[in-house]
Structures are given as C-alpha cells and as structure tokens.
C-alpha cells in the first residue's frame, strides 16, 4: 500500500465502521460454579447438567453465581429434561454446563445437535474442569452459527485479614553449601 493511498483511508471515514471485531470470543466463569460443578460430579458418576445465569459483555459473556439444576434423567452417555428448560431461559439461565463422565473433552455431534443450540453458551465440563464453550450465534431462521470461545476463570476476592501483622525485610541471600 502506497503511502498516499494509506494518507487517503486515513482522511476517509467510509472505511472505519466503529465495529469492536471480536475474533475469540471469551466465557468468563466464577469459580464458585466450579466449585458446584466438582461437588455434582463427586455424587453423580454420569452425565448432568446445570443452568447458570449469564450476561454479555464486551468480550463475550460473563457467568454469574445464579445457577439452577433442572430435573433430569442422567446415564454415562445422556441427559434427559423431565421439564421445560425455557422457563429458565426466559428467567436469564441461559448459558449450560453439561459434564462428559468418560472423559472426552470435545462436545459430541449430539450436544451440537440438541443442547449447544438452545443456549447461547454451552461449556463442557470434564475431569474436574471446564474443556470447552461455546457461543451460539442465530445466523438466519435455520442455522446457528457455533463459535468456540475462550474460557477465563473468574477469581473471588478474598479478604485477607490479619496480612498487616506480616513485615516484610530485606535480608542477605543465606547460602547452602
């Protein structure tokens, strides 16, 4: 590109959309989910899953603490609702964890198929961690377009109480030999 063509696309706006392009979407997780998700696995060997409310942000969406376990019929290789998930949509449960118990850390053509397209955010839980998202994106009235995304752990804050009563000194590098 010439540097009087570059000059010109700097000078024409027609060119900027003012669009944020997001290549990677991100899923950002609390850990106390996590934390429900280890303690559902340590009592049920199978598959299972769980609803959790979630908000969009810039980068993608963010899981809140508000989850609820729907009823279900669980086996090794499925999930089976005994009542309507769409109350729960229509309440903003609308990302799901689903866990895979043989430990395949990829969602199956069957989680493609039937739960990844429901939810905006679906994310496979495997072996004690979260494997995979994704962000479900209507396309037109017959395709949904499935992007993998990110996955950020979110931190609690702690507070730590007592940390003034720690003095930190300088000292000489103690030598062992």
């Keep these: 590109m010439s540097k009087y063509y570059y000059e010109?696309?700097?000078?024409?706006?027609?060119w900027d959309s003012g669009l944020k392009i997001i290549k990677t979407p991100v899923v950002k997780i609390p850990w106390t989910i996590l934390q429900v998700c280890i303690a559902i696995a340590n009592k049920i060997?199978?598959?299972?899953?769980?609803?959790?409310?979630?908000?969009?942000?810039?980068?993608?969406?963010?899981?809140?603490?508000?989850y609820?376990?729907?009823?279900?019929e669980?086996?090794?290789?499925?999930v089976d609702y005994?009542?309507?998930?769409?109350?729960?949509k229509k309440q903003g449960y609308i990302a799901i964890i689903h866990r895979h118990p043989?430990?395949?850390?990829?969602?199956?053509?069957?989680?493609?198929?039937?739960?990844?397209?429901?939810f905006p955010v679906s994310i496979l839980f495997v072996d004690g961690n979260f494997a995979t998202a994704v962000i479900s994106v209507p396309f037109n009235n017959d395709t949904i377009i499935q992007v993998e995304a990110e996955i950020q752990m979110i931190h609690p804050n702690v507070i730590v109480k007592g940390i003034e009563n720690?003095?930190?000194k300088e000292r000489e590098k103690e030598r062992w030999e």
């Excluded at 669980?74 to 499925?78: H, I, K, W």
């Excluded at 043989?102 to 429901?118: L, P, R, W, Y």
């Design 8 to 14: 010109f696309l700097k000078r024409e706006k027609t």
């Design 45 to 66: 060997p199978y598959e299972f899953s769980i609803l959790v409310k979630a908000k969009r942000d810039s980068e993608g969406y963010e899981l809140l603490e508000d």
């Design 68 to 72: 609820v376990i729907p009823e279900q």
């Design 74 to 78: 669980v086996t090794y290789v499925s």
């Design 82 to 88: 005994t009542e309507d998930l769409e109350k729960y």
């Design 102 to 118: 043989d430990g395949a850390k990829s969602f199956s053509t069957a989680d493609e198929e039937s739960i990844n397209v429901h």
């Design 166 to 168: 720690i003095t930190a």
